[in-house]
């Protein structure tokens, strides 16, 4: 059988370029936000990103969108580019140092790959038969160049040293225990050979890599490799010339060894024990170390703080040596090949220097069925069973591993000879798993009383479970008598194969597949009794932060397992394993898990990262509806994608039950069929169609009575399964309030919601940004504007590439008779559009619009006089944004010359980033002055200066300045400026908001306003101070306010290096029972040194928190800008 390639390599540098993003602070990610938007920092014909997906877009889901618009070398480009714009130079040299990396794609490719046969399941066969297969199949001889001359001493330490590794590995193969039933796919080819060359030879850029880590999960073959690559080094056959001396050291054998020195540690498979230590160090860059099993090593807390050790003859714990070794400090030029389960991954990356990781993703499709055939010998029926599997997404990945595929093949074949009336369709992962374990133990023979076996069978699943606490698969004789596990139960546990023996680890015993120990660790969970796993809290205690966990993690196992334990809820699973166990399940479980889901009310379960699609898969495994009703009675939020046919199936199972859900993310990708009925070419029936069924009763959740907010964002439909949802939302007990639909795919889809604009006068919030919406569309979702059935009050059209034609027409239906009193236009080109036609015909009704927002519009001089005219003509606009636009001060002087206008009624101001100078300034300040309506004002990122603060003063020391919120952070002023701050709050009891942040104002700016906010009148509430250069010096000056201020609440110091002595130093002002303060932003690690106290003040009552991140906005006008 010829199988398609199963690896892949990842050299690490997404991962890298994330560690970039996530290193910038909230100034700079926006700053680099806002370079994206530059063509010429894009470097040509990039495609340039939609602002209205990029502005509110955190550092993960940032580099997920550039990944959507360019390649990795691209993605790699930009980013030097922009961190060199924004003069970020010790960033910009990693990024150039990781551009020369070797194996960076130079192309569009973004992942590279290694094609090979790697047969997983191959190591199964007969080693004689191997190496006869091999011998044909390759010749003796690796075809690189010819072997350099060596004394012929060192001809027989390599010669002898061969030998032993080869019998090495053999009788490692030979302890290998499996079933009797198992099937070895066996298939030796060349391009075995040349897909394990090319993970050792030069890659396709001419370099070397020096460090490989083989990750994936459990039994798909990763030591199989490991073990190849050893063997076939031995034979002759690979590697000869490349490496002169190959080690293979297993870590769950090294992990109880005493100390030794790491010449100590070569010595152990030599012959004689005396290793040729100087011809080793002589040649380091001919070694290769196999280490196998990096999962099953603790990293040593102390590691980071010990020296670095290059010492082959120091006495160290074996433990230790080996991180030397991977961290390159002992044997900087050897190549290292590692093995580990994909969840030790993060760990590695932070020891390794420049790692590549290949995934080894075990048996390929072709694999599994040809498995599969072989088991049942009937193709029919085999193909049928296969079908059935693959439509459990999570079996048939799990039967990437040969043993899972033996389980399922196994346990299936039983249950049809048992049951001729046997029906696939009823069976979940766990039934088969239970079931599994049920047949085998059924007909065990085991000398034990019927007393002792649920005592037995409990103690077994204690050891599982706390082996998955603590990552631990090994277990020696002492963890087993701590179990009290007696001899005959482990002895019909290793001829069943659950248990098997490891081999090189006397006495000790692993579970055959690590998805075994997964189950009996979840089995524990249902078991009766109240003791845990790790002796510490009570089961159910236990139960409550393992589902926590697992349900806001990623690990496959952990997931895994909260997937069984809800599957063994299931009443006739339960009974199954009774009888067969003589084992009592807990009847408290299902009562302990809806407190438990009484519990997530508290949370905020979709910041927090909750895996809303886990719970449902978990939740669907049980089939119990009535139990699924009870626990989702308590959801009130999700966020589900329906990428697959799994997503959409416990999407459907789930949502209908969730009827007290009021708000709901759902980006839907899955492929929906257009027809109702399917045809069945064996039976010759018509019958609906499973999948319309299933997304009917997805969209059955809209009209819940409850929800009132859905997001669609970013989702793939057909015209069909549109009509379906728009007809949900339009039923009248839907109660949806605000929607959202951003980069809907195809644009087109977006007419059927005309039915629910007409048909839903509740729903007042309409999101349809980042979609091109084009002539067709917007002309009919904009004229049912206008309808009086319409009830949209809020409305954003940002990056909809809207053009002057479809603005006109807009403009014209908002004068007609519109609900709509906000509207944003954001990241449209409205350079050629007459602002003033948003006033409508003189005979037509005033517009209803209060609050605009025509941010990065790209808006001419003329929009500017449009707008002077638009804000005198109407009383009703009171908020206007024209952040990101080249306003400049001749387009600042049209405007305030309206602002002067007794009919202006404008009370919000954001000219953000509009290239305002000095003369700005001015002419806001002679605005200031006469305007009595405007109260926030918001210039941030403008070049203003000292002079420019210093004309804004003028307005700001007048008593009757009605300004209440200023935003002055990157504004290029100094100490100076804080100087005429300070002096205009010292008459001025309207300012509440002052962000000052961005600005080089020093600790000599923060003593001037510390003076006046010390002044029992100054009514300022917040200021913002991040990354002002401040030192400890400036918080001697904020304590004696703080000491004292009767009104400042929130105080922003990130980004300024306050060191420990500067926050011991505030912190003695916020133990006071004077201080008022309740929000103080603060660096992480700072953070952490007052952390305990923090927590005392709180337990005694106190309101202070402490933010790590910060946002001016409040949610209102995050909501709108």
């Not at 085998?440 to 082996?467: F, I, K, M, N, Y």
């Not at 603590?470 to 659950?498: M, Q």
């Not at 206007?880 to 101001?909: I, K, Q």
Request: aromatic share 10%.
């Amino acid at each position: 059988m010829t199988s398609s390639a199963n690896i892949y390599v990842d050299d690490g540098s997404y991962n890298k370029l994330l560690s970039y993003l996530m290193g910038l602070d909230q100034p700079q990610l926006e700053e680099f936000k806002i370079c994206l938007q530059s063509s010429q920092l894009l470097l040509g014909n990039f495609q340039q990103i939609p602002w209205a997906n990029l502005k509110a877009i955190d550092p993960t889901n940032l580099l997920c969108l550039l990944s959507e618009y360019f390649s990795e070398r691209q993605i790699w480009e930009v980013t030097l580019s922009i961190f060199d714009n924004m003069n970020l130079t010790s960033q910009c040299t990693e990024v150039r140092a990781m551009m020369n990396v070797p194996g960076l794609p130079v192309g569009p490719v973004e992942r590279a790959s290694v094609t090979g046969h790697l047969q997983p399941g191959y190591l199964n066969i007969p080693p004689s038969l191997f190496i006869a297969e091999l011998a044909q199949t390759q010749g003796s001889q690796d075809p690189s160049q010819e072997e350099p001359e060596v004394p012929e001493e060192e001809k027989d330490h390599r010669r002898r040293y061969r030998e032993r590794m080869k019998a090495k590995i053999l009788m490692m193969w030979d302890n290998i225990p499996w079933p009797e039933d198992h099937i070895y796919l066996r298939n030796v080819t060349e391009k075995e050979h040349e897909g394990l060359k090319s993970l050792l030879y030069p890659n396709r850029t001419g370099a070397q890599p020096q460090t490989i880590v083989l990750e994936g999960l459990a039994g798909v073959g990763k030591t199989t490799l490991a073990m190849k690559v050893v063997l076939h080094w031995a034979e002759g056959f690979l590697f000869h010339q490349r490496f002169s001396y190959v080690f293979f050291i297993s870590c769950h054998k090294v992990r109880d060894m005493k100390d030794t020195t790491f010449a100590g540690l070569l010595s152990w498979d030599w012959p004689d024990s005396q290793a040729p230590i100087e011809a080793l160090m002589s040649r380091p860059e001919s070694l290769l170390f196999v280490i196998d099993g990096f999962e099953e090593m603790d990293v040593p807390s102390t590691l980071d703080e010990s020296p670095p050790c290059k010492d082959w003859y120091q006495q160290l714990p074996v433990n230790r040596i080996l991180f030397y070794l991977l961290k390159k400090e002992l044997v900087p030029l050897a190549t290292l090949l590692i093995t580990t389960k994909e969840y030790r991954t993060t760990d590695l990356k932070k020891l390794l220097l420049n790692p590549w990781f290949v995934q080894i993703v075990g048996f390929t499709e072709g694999d599994r069925e040809e498995y599969f055939i072989r088991y049942f010998g009937d193709q029919n029926k085999a193909k049928k069973i296969l079908n059935w599997v693959r439509k459990n997404e999570s079996l048939f990945h799990f039967c990437s591993a040969p043993m899972v595929c033996w389980t399922v093949c196994s346990c299936l074949k039983r249950q049809m000879a048992r049951n001729p009336h046997f029906q696939l369709s009823t069976q979940t992962t766990t039934s088969l798993y239970v079931y599994f374990f049920s047949s085998l133990l059924a007909t065990a023979e085991v000398s034990l009383s019927d007393q002792s076996w649920p005592d037995q069978w409990r103690a077994l699943c204690s050891l599982a479970a706390e082996g998955m606490w603590f990552w631990k698969f090994t277990f020696g004789k002492k963890d087993l008598k701590h179990r009290h596990l007696e001899a005959p139960v482990i002895g019909s546990l290793l001829r069943l194969n659950i248990l098997r023996k490891v081999s090189e680890c006397e006495d000790c015993v692993t579970f055959t597949h690590q998805s075994f120990q997964v189950f009996l660790g979840a089995m524990f969970y249902v078991l009766r009794g109240v003791r845990g796993s790790i002796g510490g809290p009570p089961k159910h205690q236990e139960m409550k932060v393992l589902l926590n966990d697992a349900l806001a993690d990623t690990n496959f196992y952990w997931n895994q397992m909260a997937l069984f334990f809800f599957g063994l809820l299931k009443r006739n699973l339960a009974e199954e394993l009774e009888d067969t166990l003589r084992c009592k399940m807990s009847h408290r479980t299902t009562d302990e898990l809806l407190e438990w889901a009484d519990e997530l009310e508290s949370y905020d379960l979709v910041s927090s990262c909750f895996e809303f699609l886990h719970f449902f898969e978990c939740l669907y495994e049980t089939r119990e509806e009535n139990f699924v009703r009870q626990i989702l009675s308590h959801l009130l939020e999700a966020d589900i994608d329906i990428f697959g046919s799994l997503q959409l199936q416990v999407s459907s199972f789930c949502l209908k039950h969730c009827q007290r859900l009021s708000k709901l993310r759902l980006s839907v990708s899955s492929a929906i069929p257009q027809t109702e009925l399917t045809f069945n070419l064996e039976t010759l029936e018509t019958r609906p169609h499973s999948k319309i069924r299933q997304w009917q009763d997805v969209c059955s959740v809209f009209s819940n009575g409850n929800l009132t907010e859905l997001d669609f964002s970013n989702s793939k439909l057909n015209a069909f399964s549109m009509k379906k949802l728009c007809y949900e939302l339009r039923n009248p007990r839907c109660k949806l309030q605000k929607l959202t639909c951003k980069s809907i795919t195809p644009v087109r889809i977006l007419k059927e919601l005309v039915l629910v604009l007409y048909g839903n006068h509740r729903l007042t919030h309409l999101n349809l940004s980042s979609n091109n919406l084009g002539i067709p569309v917007s002309t009919m979702i904009f004229k049912t504007l206008r309808h009086s059935a319409c009830n949209i009050q809020y409305l954003w059209l940002e990056s909809c590439g809207l053009t002057p034609l479809a603005c006109r027409h807009l403009f014209l239906e908002l004068s007609k008779n519109s609900s709509v009193r906000f509207l944003s236009l954001g990241d449209n080109d409205l350079s050629g559009v007459e602002v003033k036609s948003l006033q409508g015909p003189s005979e037509m009704p005033e517009s209803s619009l209060k609050e605009l927002s025509l941010e990065k519009c790209n808006l001419s001089a003329a929009s500017y006089q449009d707008l002077a005219l638009y804000l005198t003509s109407t009383q009703r606009t009171s908020r206007l944004c024209l952040g990101f636009n080249p306003l400049r001060d001749e387009g600042v002087r049209l405007l305030c010359a309206s602002l002067t206008h007794r009919e202006c009624a404008l009370e919000r101001l954001v000219l953000w980033f509009c290239q305002l100078g000095t003369s700005s300034c001015k002419y806001l300040s002679d605005a200031l002055l006469k305007n009595k309506s405007l109260t926030h004002l918001n210039l941030r990122k403008n070049n203003l200066r000292d002079e420019g603060v210093k004309f804004l003063c003028k307005a700001l020391s007048h008593p009757d300045c009605s300004l209440q919120n200023l935003d002055l952070s990157d504004c290029s002023f100094t100490a100076e400026g804080c100087q005429e701050l300070a002096n205009a709050l010292q008459h001025n009891c309207n300012m509440k908001i002052l962000d000052i942040g961005s600005n080089d104002i020093q600790d000599d700016g923060v003593k001037h306003l510390c003076e006046v906010l010390k002044h029992p009148k100054c009514a300022l509430n917040t200021l913002g101070l991040e990354k002002c250069n401040l030192t400890p010096a400036c918080c001697q000056y904020l304590s004696s306010v703080l000491r004292s201020s009767k009104s400042l609440f929130n105080l922003n110091l990130l980004g300024n290096d306050l060191e420990p002595r500067g926050v011991s130093t505030l912190w003695k002002a916020l133990k006071k029972s004077t201080c008022k303060l309740q929000k103080l932003g603060l660096e992480k690690e700072l953070y952490n040194i007052v952390k305990g106290e923090l927590e005392e003040l709180q337990e005694r009552g106190s309101f202070l928190r402490v933010k790590c991140k910060w946002d001016f906005n409040d949610l209102e006008d995050k909501w709108w800008w």
